[in-house]
C-alpha cells in the first residue's frame, strides 16, 4: 500500500486568506502496477532497457520492445504504423523507434515506487545493514545476526521464513486469518456449550421423568399395600359383623317364643302346667343370660408400628433414589496405552479428572470407546467401570498391526485421542526359573509339571532323580526324592484326585503313588509294560499309563488292576507311531500325543483326531477347564505352545520369540488362565498368559 500527498488551495472571501490542505490518497501497490507501470500491449513491467516506455504523439504510452515489433509488421515504405491502443496513424521520426521521446511520467513513476520499495524494507536497529526476517509458523520478526543465524534454537528449514518486508504487505491478511481462525474457533466453542447446555437439559428432562415414573410406582405400591390393608379391615368387619348378626338373630327368635308362651299363659289354669311353665322359663332365664353376652366384639385397631417396617420404609425413602453427577473433564483425561498381543485380552486403563486436573474418585461417566485394524475392522470392547474415577477397556486383538482406539466422554475425545495400538504376535514368558545343573535352582532334563490345589508346582527334574517343588511364584519350596524317581527314569508324574503324586518309571516299569511331601504309599507294575512314559488320572481315580514301547494305553484301578488297554503301533486312528503324552480332559476323555493328538472316551473308543497344524512331534498335551487343548510342539529344533479349541480347530500358538522354547515338553494350565511349561532343551520351566 502505496499514500501519496495530494496537495490543493482553497480560497477565503471574507479574511483574503488562503489555506493549504492535504489530502491523503491510499493506492494498491497490484492495482497501480496493472493500471500505470504495465505495457498494455505485452502486460510486460516497464524499465529501463528493453521495456523502456516511449511516448506515442496520440499520448499513449508502449514499450519500446513492443513498437519496434508493430513497426516490422506494418510498415511497408510508407513511413507509418497505427498505435495499438487508439488506432491512430503514428509517423515514425527519422530516428527510428528509439527516437520516440520517452514517457518522463512513467519513468518518474518508477522511480518513485523504486524509492518507496527501498524505503519499506525494514533493519535491524541493531545492525542497520540486515534486513529483518519473519517466521509465519510462530508469526516472530527476528534478525539472523542478532539470533546467531536460528530461529529460537530451530533451524528455518522447520518454519516457513520470509523478508519482513513482504510480510507487512502480507500483514493485514496475516491478521485477517487468524482473526477469522480465532472467531471460528470461538464460533465452534459457543456452539459446544450451547450444544452441552441443550443435552443438560435433555439430560434434566430424562431424569426428572425417570424420577416421576419410579415414584409413581412407589406410590402404586404403596396404595396397592393400602387397598390390602382396607380390605382386610372389611374382612374382619364382615366376620365379626356376621358372629353377631348370627346372635342377634338367636336372641329375636328366643325372644319371640317366649312371648309366644307368655300370650298363652293367662288362659293356663292346671298347676301342674303353669308348674311346669315356670321351671321352662327359670331355665330359659339361665340361658338368655348368656345370650346377652356378645360372642364378638367391636374391637378392630390398625398400628403401623408393631415392628420396624414402619422406620425401615422411612430409612428406605431416605435413601431411594440417587442423582449422579460428573465433573470429568474429557480434554484432560487420559489412557495409558500399551503393547498388545494377539489372542491375548489387553487391558488400557481411562483416568478422568475434573476441569482443574484433580483425579476424580467415582464413576458412571458415559465412556464410548470405537477399536478399529489398520482395514477398518471394528473389533469388540468392553468397559468396566472401577467407581474411582478409573474405567477397564479390554478387547483381544485378531492380529497383528496397528490398532486404533478412539475414547470419548460426553460425545468429546479424551486427551490424545485416537490412539495407536501395536499388536505383535510374540508372547513372551511372564517368568522363567532354572537352568542346567545339580544346584537347588538347577534342572537336568525337566520333563513334566503338574500342580495341586493349593498352587504348589510339581516337576519331574528327571536327570537330577527328584521332582522339584515351586510356589505359584515360582520360588522353591523343597525337593522330593524317593525310589519311584531313581536311575534317572522318574518321568510322568501327575495329581490325583486326593491330592497324593502318581509318577511312572520306565525302567523300573513301576507305577508309584507318593503324598506331596514324598512318603511312598504305594507301588504297582503290569506284565504288560514295555516303556511306561507318561501316566494321567481321571475323576473316579483310575490311573492312565500311555507306553511309548508297547504303542498303548492302559487303565488300572487305583490298586492296580488293568481295567482296560487300547492301541497298537501305526499311523491309523487309534494306533500310534511314537507315543509321548497322555492326559485327561472333559468328561474324563483320553488325549494322546504322537505326531499327532487323538481323542478317545474314557474307555477307550476312539472319538476325533485335532487338527494338525503341520510336521514336528507333541511333547506335552494338556486341557483347560474350558476345554482348550494346550500342547507342546517341536520342529527342528523350534518349539511352539498351540491352542486347541474344545473341538481341536487350531486358535494360535505361544512363540516365546525373545526367550525361544527349544524343546517344550510337559504343560500344565491354571484357573487364572496361565500355562507353566517345562523347556526341556533350556532346562527351565516358564510361565506364560494364554488368554
Not at 146 to 167: L, R
Not at 320 to 349: D, Y
Not at 378 to 386: H, S, V
Not at 494 to 513: A, Q
Request: glycine share 8%.
Amino acid at each position: 500500500m502505496f499514500i501519496f500527498f495530494l496537495p490543493f488551495s482553497f480560497l477565503f472571501v471574507p479574511g483574503m486568506m488562503s489555506s493549504t490542505l492535504v489530502e491523503t490518497v491510499s493506492i494498491n501497490y497490484e492495482d497501480f502496477n496493472d493500471s500505470f507501470l504495465t505495457c498494455g500491449t505485452c502486460l510486460c513491467i516497464y524499465d529501463s532497457a528493453e521495456h523502456s516506455p516511449k511516448l506515442l504523439p496520440c499520448s499513449h504510452t508502449v514499450c519500446k520492445s513492443c513498437l519496434v515489433s508493430i513497426v516490422e509488421a506494418q510498415v511497408h515504405d510508407t513511413g507509418t504504423f497505427r498505435c495499438p491502443i487508439c488506432r491512430e496513424t503514428i509517423n515514425i521520426p527519422r530516428g527510428g523507434v528509439t527516437s520516440f521521446p520517452p514517457s518522463f511520467i512513467v519513468n518518474q513513476l518508477l522511480d518513485l515506487m523504486s524509492q518507496q520499495r527501498r524505503d519499506v524494507i525494514p533493519k535491524c536497529s541493531n545492525h542497520p545493514s540486515q534486513e529483518l526476517l519473519f517466521c509465519e509458523t510462530c508469526d516472530t520478526v527476528f534478525c539472523t545476526l542478532c539470533t546467531g543465524g536460528e530461529h529460537y534454537g530451530k533451524g528455518a528449514s522447520e518454519h516457513t521464513v520470509i523478508p519482513f518486508s513482504i510480510a507487512i504487505k502480507r500483514m493485514s491478511e496475516i491478521l485477517l486469518y487468524k482473526a477469522q481462525l480465532c472467531i471460528g474457533n470461538l464460533t465452534t466453542a459457543y456452539d459446544n456449550v450451547s450444544g452441552e447446555m441443550l443435552r443438560l437439559e435433555n439430560s434434566v428432562e430424562r431424569a426428572i421423568e425417570t424420577i416421576n415414573r419410579t415414584f409413581q410406582d412407589l406410590i402404586n405400591l404403596i396404595d396397592k399395600r393400602r387397598h390390602e390393608v382396607l380390605q382386610k379391615v372389611r374382612k374382619i368387619r364382615e366376620h365379626k359383623k356376621g358372629d353377631l348378626k348370627e346372635q342377634l338373630d338367636l336372641i329375636q327368635a328366643e325372644k319371640e317364643k317366649v312371648q309366644n308362651e307368655c300370650d298363652g299363659l293367662q288362659y293356663q289354669v292346671e298347676v301342674r302346667n303353669i308348674t311346669k311353665k315356670i321351671g321352662d322359663l327359670n331355665e330359659k332365664l339361665d340361658a338368655t343370660s348368656t345370650l346377652g353376652e356378645p360372642r364378638e366384639n367391636h374391637f378392630i385397631k390398625c398400628e403401623f408400628k408393631h415392628n420396624t417396617a414402619y422406620k425401615d420404609i422411612s430409612n428406605a425413602l431416605a435413601n431411594f433414589g440417587c442423582i449422579k453427577v460428573s465433573t470429568t473433564f474429557p480434554a484432560l483425561s487420559t489412557a495409558k496405552i500399551n503393547k498388545a498381543i494377539t489372542h491375548l485380552r489387553s487391558t488400557i486403563t481411562v483416568v478422568t479428572v475434573d476441569y482443574h486436573g484433580n483425579p476424580r474418585t467415582t464413576g458412571c461417566d458415559p465412556v464410548v470407546t470405537e477399536l478399529r485394524s489398520a482395514s477398518g475392522q471394528l473389533i469388540d470392547t468392553k468397559i468396566r467401570d472401577k467407581d474411582d474415577g478409573t474405567y477397564e477397556i479390554s478387547f483381544v486383538p485378531p492380529k497383528a498391526g496397528k490398532l486404533k482406539l478412539c475414547i470419548s466422554i460426553f460425545d468429546r475425545p479424551i486427551k490424545d485421542s485416537p490412539y495407536v495400538i501395536d499388536v505383535c504376535d510374540h508372547n513372551n514368558p511372564i517368568w522363567k526359573y532354572g537352568s542346567r545343573g545339580t544346584g537347588l535352582d538347577n534342572f537336568i532334563q525337566p520333563v513334566r509339571v503338574v500342580t495341586d490345589k493349593e498352587g504348589s508346582i510339581f516337576i519331574s527334574d528327571t536327570g537330577n532323580s527328584r521332582i522339584k517343588v515351586l510356589n505359584s511364584n515360582g520360588v522353591l519350596e523343597r525337593h522330593i526324592s524317593s525310589e519311584a524317581l531313581e536311575r534317572q527314569s522318574g518321568i510322568g508324574v501327575c495329581v490325583s484326585p486326593t491330592g497324593n503324586l502318581i509318577t511312572v518309571n520306565w525302567r523300573t516299569k513301576m507305577v508309584y503313588t507318593l503324598s506331596n511331601e514324598g512318603e511312598l504309599l504305594s507301588k504297582f507294575t503290569s506284565s504288560h509294560f514295555q516303556e511306561p512314559i507318561d501316566v494321567a488320572v481321571n475323576s473316579k481315580g483310575d490311573i492312565i499309563v500311555g507306553d511309548m514301547g508297547a504303542a498303548k494305553v492302559l487303565i488300572f484301578d487305583a490298586e492296580g488292576n488293568l481295567l482296560q488297554q487300547f492301541g497298537k503301533k501305526g499311523s491309523k486312528e487309534g494306533e500310534f507311531k511314537l507315543l509321548t503324552s497322555v492326559c485327561v480332559g472333559c468328561n474324563d476323555q483320553i488325549l494322546v500325543s504322537d505326531h499327532r493328538i487323538q481323542i478317545f472316551d474314557k474307555n477307550g473308543k476312539f472319538l476325533r483326531q485335532v487338527n494338525n497344524t503341520g510336521k514336528g512331534q507333541y511333547e506335552g498335551i494338556t486341557v483347560d477347564p474350558n476345554g482348550l487343548i494346550l500342547a507342546t510342539k517341536t520342529d527342528r529344533g523350534k518349539g511352539v505352545v498351540q491352542i486347541f479349541s474344545s473341538n481341536g480347530n487350531f486358535q494360535f500358538a505361544i512363540d516365546s520369540f525373545d526367550d525361544k522354547l527349544m524343546r517344550p515338553s510337559g504343560l500344565i494350565t491354571t484357573q487364572e488362565q496361565y500355562v507353566y511349561v517345562v523347556d526341556l532343551g533350556n532346562n527351565c520351566l516358564k510361565k506364560f498368559r494364554y488368554k
